[in-house]
């Protein structure tokens, strides 16, 4: 029967024994017993021979049997040095005493002061002397696997806490670059205003922004991408002193925070900055690119009223924004009184009332006449948008809509126009079936696909005629973006809506665009109308756009038309409609008869010549 568990069969017993009778009894009662790998030695020597291999595989080795007598030895200080190969105590120790010699107390002692597990007379039953061995291999196992978790556990808190130190590091720098981040930025700026504002300590914050970095991104890759923000970070390190802070903030945003400087000084180290990166040339390994940045300087000092460090932060982009706006690749001061700033400024007081505007339905469509010069007729209304305020002003839209173009509510707009339009004319009576109206439309809606979905749903939800909708578009929008304009106004026509150009003729270069343009109506600007009965310089180039439009096939709107003058000169001229105070001024209602004292809506014509001639 095998009595040796078979986890334990393959480790290594050493026996140290002098004796070959007993060494051959002791190899056999083991053998018998089931363990495998036996080695021996018969003196100090053999026993360091034996053991050598081992050092660095203590696990190995898991047991040791010493005769306590061995001849010019002493086995007291042999058992210590065994047993703590590697410098642990780790392998179990049994010392064999003669039968002969009594087990005293003094010797288990002195046997336990030199690391000896047990002690005990050399064995006369096998079976309790493999036991015994069984039993110390096991304890020796269970001690191995224990020291193995706890250098396991020690290993993974080491691990911890490198992890723990990696991830306090990225709390507050950049991974890719090494420098600072924002929230490092933060502190250090907060530190600066506590300076300042006790020590009375000036400072400055560079706001440095890469021009072409999405170019090169976009054509190289982000790996190469990377390169470039790693050479830049170089670059700017080399150029400020070991006092300054430098940040990356943004994907191609550094910000450096210099203290005790002045305005002069700040602006110096932000120029000597932009020069080093202007001169810097980018190898990506293929091709080579030249780099610039447009830098924002914004002061820190004791009448600069900065109290957090996002005002300073915010101070430095808008002057880096204003950078930009000059044509990048430059330096500019934060001054408080900055053109941007203000329209910043502004735009963060409209937004929320153009927001709720939109959601409670403050805003206001009002309707004025446009008049065929021919006969006097009413062509059709133009819808006009209002937007009433907090004290129930209408505001006109040159208040609200260049806002929202430039914080992107425009879109939300212009939906709303056209869908309270359409629901307009859905609600006139079948007699007013002739009415058609124009709506003013931003360059967005031409330039991006929102529209025509909704306005199709629309006309299909409510079946009114799309003929009777005209969209207006400025000449100026038009052209920037000829190609996309006109596919979208082609598709918006193929529906069955018709298109009017505004402010025609503000722009004479885009004369040879006209050609081409898909729309049916030019609505002369209103600049070239005003003075048009004294001005003999706007009556040619008045006649002039007649003309053209005349030769193309398009039909005449003049605006502005406040007086009789300026319609008898319009009107000799050959401008097919035109629309002003005169003929009627924007209402909620249609011209009806509370003007004319006419049934109903307008059907008759307006006496233009009574109109010249009064």
Same mark, same amino acid.
């Given at each position: ?573 050959? !401008?097919?409609?035109?629309? %002003? *105070? @005169?003929?009627?001024?924007? =209402?909620? $209602?249609? #011209?009806? /008869? +509370? !003007?004319?004292?006419?049934? %109903? *809506? @307008?059907?008759?014509?307006? =006496?233009? $010549?009574? #109109?010249? /001639? +009064?």
């Amino acid at each position: 029967m095998n009595l040796v568990d078979n986890n334990l069969k393959n480790k290594s017993i050493l026996i140290i024994e002098s004796d070959d009778e007993k060494q051959q009894a002791l190899r056999a009662s083991l053998s018998k017993a089931g363990f495998k790998k036996l080695i021996y030695a018969k003196d100090q020597a053999g026993v360091f021979k034996e053991v050598r291999p081992f050092q660095g595989k203590i696990s190995e080795l898991g047991l040791i049997l010493l005769a306590h007598k061995l001849p010019q030895c002493d086995t007291l200080e042999l058992s210590k040095i065994v047993t703590t190969l590697d410098g642990h105590d780790a392998i179990p120790l049994i010392f064999l005493v003669n039968k002969d010699q009594p087990l005293s107390e003094s010797l288990v002692c002195e046997c336990e002061k030199a690391n000896a597990a047990t002690v005990i007379h050399y064995p006369e039953s096998k079976g309790e002397f493999a036991q015994l061995v069984t039993i110390a291999l096991a304890l020796k196992s269970e001690r191995d696997s224990r020291l193995e978790n706890e250098e396991s556990l020690i290993r993974e808190l080491a691990e911890r806490r490198i992890m723990e130190a990696r991830l306090q590091y990225l709390v507050a720098h950049d991974e890719l670059t090494g420098l600072s981040n924002r929230s490092g930025l933060e502190k250090a700026i907060d530190f600066g205003i506590i300076r300042c504002t006790n020590f009375k300590q000036h400072g400055a914050l560079l706001d440095i922004d890469l021009d072409q970095f999405k170019v090169i991104n976009d054509i190289e890759g982000h790996e190469i991408g990377d390169k470039l923000l790693i050479d830049i970070s170089v670059l700017i390190r080399a150029e400020v002193d070991s006092g300054a802070f430098v940040a990356r903030v943004g994907s191609n945003l550094y910000q450096v925070f210099l203290s005790k400087v002045s305005q002069k000084k700040a602006l110096d180290i932000a120029e000597r900055i932009r020069l080093t990166i202007d001169e810097f040339i980018f190898d990506s390994g293929e091709s080579t690119y030249n780099v610039s940045a447009s830098i924002g300087v914004a002061i820190l000092a004791p009448l600069e009223d900065v109290s957090r460090p996002s005002e300073l932060m915010s101070r430095a982009h808008q002057a880096c924004y204003t950078a930009k706006r000059h044509g990048r690749n430059r330096v500019e001061l934060f001054e408080e009184d900055n053109l941007e700033r203000m329209t910043m400024l502004d735009d963060a007081k409209w937004v929320p009332l153009i927001r709720r505007a939109l959601k409670t339905d403050e805003f206001k469509l009002l309707f004025q006449p446009v008049v065929r010069v021919s006969d006097g007729y009413i062509s059709h209304y133009e819808t006009l948008l209002r937007m009433v305020s907090e004290e129930g002003e209408l505001l006109s839209p040159g208040v609200f809509i260049p806002v929202a173009e430039r914080m992107g509510l425009i879109h939300q707009i212009d939906l709303w126009v056209v869908n309270e339009v359409i629901d307009y004319i859905a609600s006139l009576p079948k007699t007013s079936e002739d009415i058609s109206f124009t709506v003013n439309l931003s360059s967005h809606a031409l330039q991006s696909d929102y529209l025509l979905p909704v306005l199709k749903q629309k006309l299909e939800s409510t079946w009114i005629s799309p003929s009777r909708l005209t969209f207006e578009i400025t000449e100026t929008a038009a052209v920037s973006s000829f190609s996309k304009t006109r596919e979208m106004i082609s598709r918006i026509r193929a529906l069955g809506c018709r298109f009017a150009l505004d402010d025609f003729g503000a722009g004479f270069s885009s004369f040879n665009y006209i050609k081409n343009f898909p729309v049916e109506y030019l609505k002369i600007d209103g600049q070239f109308i005003e003075n048009i009965a004294k001005d003999s310089a706007d009556q040619v180039l008045v006649r002039a756009m007649v003309d053209i439009a005349q030769s193309l096939g398009k039909k005449t709107i003049a605006e502005y038309v406040s007086n009789p003058d300026i319609l008898r000169v319009l009107k000799e001229i050959g !401008v097919d409609y035109v629309q %002003g *105070y @005169l003929l009627g001024k924007p =209402d909620s $209602e249609l #011209l009806g /008869t +509370s !003007v004319l004292e006419l049934d %109903g *809506y @307008l059907t008759a014509p307006i =006496d233009l $010549e009574k #109109l010249i /001639t +009064s």
